[in-house]
């Protein structure tokens, strides 16, 4: 059996990185020309070429879930059409352990996905949107529109930037009276974390009295603050850009400060349960080989499978907003689409057998 297990594994495996490779082999083409709208003296044609293999890995974990799913119905469903898997159950192979011998090349990419999610992402994103503003100029014309709002202390502070070793850019404090009455405000071009404190750069400050506007210069300060470097990623992030760990740590500070944390918990809960993700789509693949998809073409296959992968893509993305504007569990918006799939596949499934 152990034969048949690794026949069915290198089936499977090879069908979801071919699929996986066409997928990310488009992606790269239509970002490609997508970013060329940005081309300038600063930013030509290579540097959009180095920019987008940064986020490579990002575009990588986005399509786990779908190359797993197109990869299953068409490495299994291969076998299917050449009646290997009728002779496989004909020799006592079940329906079960025909399953646990797609889970296992699939538990690689489970592990890939968490490994990319934890420790490359957050890197490879955060480097590649530091290239980019660099080589757009765009770091220096950050906006107020832009970057992550945090209270501390009593005052409202804004970072345009930062990178995760301890490196902030453009820090705006502002402080306020028991009256809400503007009292004082601090600008830093930038700032480091040395020696477990935040020493600020350059730094502007501005202080309203009911008399008179006062301003001063000065070079270095150290900022007492509990905010720690642990807490950025990159801060400018869409959440889906920082790793679990961060997003814990990030999301308990913002509940701790009494803020909205719902974005975070939900991106949180999306990485945390993905392995069940790609996990019940499999399942599902599984399910339509042995079903309903046992003897149709492979270009059906794949049809079904995209259609199935954006309708579960679609549920995710409509039940994810729905958690933070009516305010139920984020966890329940993304477990729902995992379990119906799981008893979508697990129903097809008992019926096989």
Known sequence: MSKLDRYIGRAVASAIVAVLLVIMGLDLIFAYIDEMGDLSETYRATDILRYLLWTLPAQVYEYLGFAALV??????????????????????????????????PVLLIIFLGLALAEFVIPHTSQSAEKFKSMATGQLEDAGLDQGLWMTDDGEFVHFNAALPGGELFGVTRYRFDDERHLERVVFSEGGVFDDDQWLLQNNRATTFT???????????S???????????ALVV??????????????????????????????????KVLQPLTIASLVMVAISFIFGPLRTVTTGLRVFTGVIVGIVFQTVQDMLGPSSVVFGFPPLIAVLLPVLLCFGLGWMLLKRAR
């Open 210 to 220: 009911e008399e008179s506007v006062g301003s001063e210069v000065e070079s270095d």
């Open 71 to 104: 990869g299953c119905l068409i490495g299994l469903g291969t076998l299917a059409s050449t009646s290997e898997l009728t002779v496989m159950r004909a020799a006592g192979m079940s329906v079960a352990r025909i399953t646990w011998s797609v889970m296992k």
């Open 237 to 270: 992030p869409l959440p889906s850009d920082l790793s679990p760990r961060n997003l814990w740590a990030y999301g308990t500070f913002l509940d701790g400060k009494g803020q909205d944390s719902s974005r975070y918990w939900l991106q949180f809960w999306k």
């Open 222 to 232: 150290v900022w007492e603050t509990d905010i720690s470097p642990n807490l950025f």
